[in-house]
C-alpha cells in the first residue's frame, strides 16, 4: 500500500522552474507529498501553464489588485481554503509573508533560496557571491519565518564557484541543484530527518 501523502499548495510567481521539479518528483508513487494547488501572485506567470498541463487546479492572486499587503494575502488565505493543503511550498514567490501571515501557518511554510543561509539572504546572491570572492556557495531549503529568509534550515546543497563564473552561468548550476534540494527536503520533513548540508 502506498504511504500516505501530504498535501502541499505552490506559490509561484513566474516561471516556476522549482515548481516544476516538485511536479515530477510528486509522480513517483513512493514521494510523500500531492500537490493540490499552485497559485501564482501573477495571472500571467509561465508556471501556471505548466501547472495546468500537469492537471494541477491552478489560482492567481493578482498582487497588482491589492492596495496593501494585508489584502493580498487574506485573498491569498481564502484561495488555500479551498483545498485541503498541509504545507506551503514557496518556489519563486516574490513576495514577503507578513508575520500574521506566517503565524497562521506555524513551520509549515517552506521556501528555497540561492545561497547557503545565513549568507547572502535577499536578492542578487550570485553577483554577491562573485563580488566576494567566495569559492563555495549553494542553495538552502528552509521554514519561513517573519523574518526575511530566515527560519530552521532543513537542507543545504553546495555548490563550488569556478573560475570565469558569470552571476548567470552561477545561478544555473545552483539552480540545478535546486531541483534536487527541494524534493529532497520534503523527504526529509515527512520523516522528521531537516538540517542536511551536502
Not at 508556471?47 to 487574506?74: C, M, N, P, T, Y
Not at 493543503?85 to 500574521?100: E, K, N, P, Q, T
Request: hydrophobic share 45%; charged share 20%; net charge neutral.
Amino acid at each position: 500500500m502506498a504511504p500516505p501523502r501530504i498535501n502541499i499548495a505552490i506559490l509561484i510567481s513566474g516561471r516556476g522552474s522549482n515548481m516544476k521539479a516538485l511536479i515530477e518528483a510528486c509522480r513517483a508513487p513512493d514521494f510523500p507529498a500531492r500537490i493540490a494547488v499552485v497559485i501564482s501572485s501573477h495571472p500571467e506567470a509561465p508556471g501556471l501553464e505548466i501547472a495546468r498541463a500537469a492537471g494541477i487546479a491552478v489560482e492567481s492572486v493578482d498582487q497588482k489588485k491589492f492596495s496593501d499587503r494585508a489584502g493580498f494575502e487574506a485573498s491569498l488565505q481564502e484561495s488555500l481554503a479551498r483545498y485541503p493543503v498541509d504545507y506551503i511550498c514557496l518556489a519563486g514567490f516574490m513576495r514577503l509573508l507578513s508575520a500574521r501571515f506566517v503565524d497562521a501557518w506555524p513551520e509549515r511554510i517552506i521556501n528555497i533560496h540561492p545561497s547557503l543561509l545565513p549568507a547572502y539572504k535577499g536578492l542578487d546572491t550570485h553577483a554577491r557571491v562573485l563580488a566576494d570572492g567566495v569559492r563555495e556557495t549553494g542553495c538552502t531549503v528552509h521554514f519561513v519565518t517573519a523574518e526575511m529568509d530566515g527560519g530552521p534550515v532543513i537542507l543545504q546543497k553546495k555548490v563550488p564557484v569556478l573560475p570565469g563564473d558569470t552571476p548567470e552561468t552561477l545561478a544555473a548550476r545552483v539552480l540545478a541543484q535546486e531541483h534536487i534540494a527541494y524534493p529532497e527536503a520534503l523527504r526529509l520533513i515527512m520523516r522528521g530527518q531537516p538540517a542536511v548540508c551536502a
